[in-house]
């Protein structure tokens, strides 16, 4: 079956310092991932896709993750956090279904940037 | 509006009783989808329409949901016989179909179901 998963429920760093939220994948084939982020009381917004091509992908607000077919991981990144990126981040994998497609998220990683 | 609309935003319950959740997807999208977001368990899909059918109800997680959508444009999601078990924000997400989908999702903001 095709699933992501994100080993850290939190994260925390502080302001202007670097971060990574963490993402693996298991797929057969050629994988299809994503990222989104889910602000408080709001529904999820897209980050950035890999579909193919090269292995950095960049993406809103900043953000880039890097595909690493070796590893099975798509780490999301950021050169420098702020407070506002303080948020639930949901890894994705796309799976086909019944002629369409649908997307398998991860149970997300809660992001704190602290002043 | 342009983006995924769903209503209500809230809404409050008694148990035993059954709800109604409303999604208008963005125009022109044919691909409906729905999830279910628990404290603590992540984003679980329910099912998905294609047009009208519903090719994958794989998640839906007992015969008390049940969910259609008509003309191709807005789906009801509805709960029979509400458990505090149901108590969840219930996401809608619609895409384009085809070859031009590579599977990105746009979200609506949720309807937020409590059972007491």
């Known amino acids: 079956a095709q699933s992501v998963a994100q080993p850290e429920d939190q994260v925390n760093v502080a302001e202007g310092n670097p971060l990574t939220v963490k993402c693996t994948y298991s797929v057969s084939g050629n994988p299809y991932l994503f990222w989104y982020v889910q602000y408080p009381n709001r529904g999820l917004q897209f980050l950035l896709k890999?579909?193919?091509?090269?292995?950095l992908v960049k993406g809103s607000y900043g953000f880039e993750a890097e595909f690493n077919k070796s590893q099975t991981s798509f780490h999301l990144k950021k050169p420098s956090a702020l407070v506002s990126d303080s948020a639930l981040y949901f890894c994705?994998?796309?799976?086909?279904?019944?002629?369409?497609?649908?997307?398998?998220f991860g149970t997300g990683t809660q992001l704190k940037v602290e002043l | 509006g342009a983006g995924v609309s769903q209503s209500p935003s809230n809404k409050v319950t008694e148990k035993g009783k059954d709800v109604e959740l409303r999604c208008d997807p963005i125009?022109?999208?044919?691909?409906l989808y729905w999830y279910r977001q628990s404290l603590g368990q992540g984003l679980e899909f329910l099912i998905y329409f294609q047009g009208n059918s519903a090719p994958d109800k794989s998640g839906l997680p007992s015969d008390r949901f049940s969910a259609e959508r008509t003309g191709g444009s807005v789906s009801t999601l509805t709960i029979q016989r509400t458990q505090q078990e149901d108590s969840a924000v219930y996401l809608c997400?619609?895409?384009?179909?085809?070859?031009?989908?590579?599977?990105?999702?746009?979200f609506g903001e949720g309807s937020r179901l409590t059972v007491l």
């Open positions: 997400a619609s895409s384009l179909f085809g070859a031009v989908n590579t599977g990105e999702l746009f």
């Open positions: 125009s022109g999208h044919t691909a």
């Open positions: 890999y579909i193919t091509g090269d292995n």
């Open positions: 994705a994998v796309r799976v086909l279904t019944g002629g369409g497609n649908k997307l398998t």
